[in-house]
């Protein structure tokens, strides 16, 4: 009956024989690798980061919208591929001409002027709506109505000349 200590000694001895130089070289390389993996998974910040991310994977998942995700990517990808260096350089050149037309003083103003306004009538209590066609000419008839009325209409007018 053979020796079961022998016959093992003789298999290490085998793989021992059979691992060249650069085996041995490239397991230390990846041994050392995975340690410094490990070390910054022992990290708390880095594992928090893992933690929170297999947590939103794991919800991802569950609701289905993982695929979606993953649609959405390749969607992204595949838009990355089409694009052109003159489509990127027209998107560029539209965003600079946004941002130089919108990003100014009276623009801010505007939009200023325009968010204080809606929120004073919105506090505004407002009257019980009368029905019917007389309360209608009752509040065409109001002047500020009127002004406000002119003010749309001029606004529009505007618009459509700078066409």
């Known amino acids: 009956m053979p020796d079961p200590n022998n ?5 290490f001895g085998a793989a021992a024989n059979a691992v060249t130089d650069n085996m041995v070289e490239r397991m230390a390389s990846t041994l050392s690798s995975t340690l410094e993996v490990v070390d910054r998974l022992n990290q708390p ?4 980061a893992v933690d929170a991310l297999l947590d ?3 919800l991802l998942h569950r609701t289905g919208d993982l695929a979606a995700l993953f649609e959405l990517l390749h969607v992204l990808g595949a838009m990355r591929a089409a694009a052109t260096d003159s489509m990127v350089e027209r998107g560029a050149t539209l ?10 003083e009276d623009v801010a103003d505007l939009a200023h002027q325009t968010q204080v306004a809606m929120r004073e009538a919105r506090q505004e209590p407002e009257a019980p709506p009368a029905g019917g066609l007389f309360a209608t000419l009752t509040l065409l008839g109001k002047p500020e109505t009127q002004a406000a009325l002119r003010f749309l209409v001029s606004v529009t007018n505007r618009m459509q000349g700078a066409r």
């Open 7 to 11: 016959a093992l000694s003789d298999a």
């Open 45 to 48: 910040d880095t594992r928090e």
């Open 56 to 58: 939103g994977l794991t």
């Open 95 to 104: 965003f600079e001409h946004l941002v130089n037309n919108l990003a100014n």
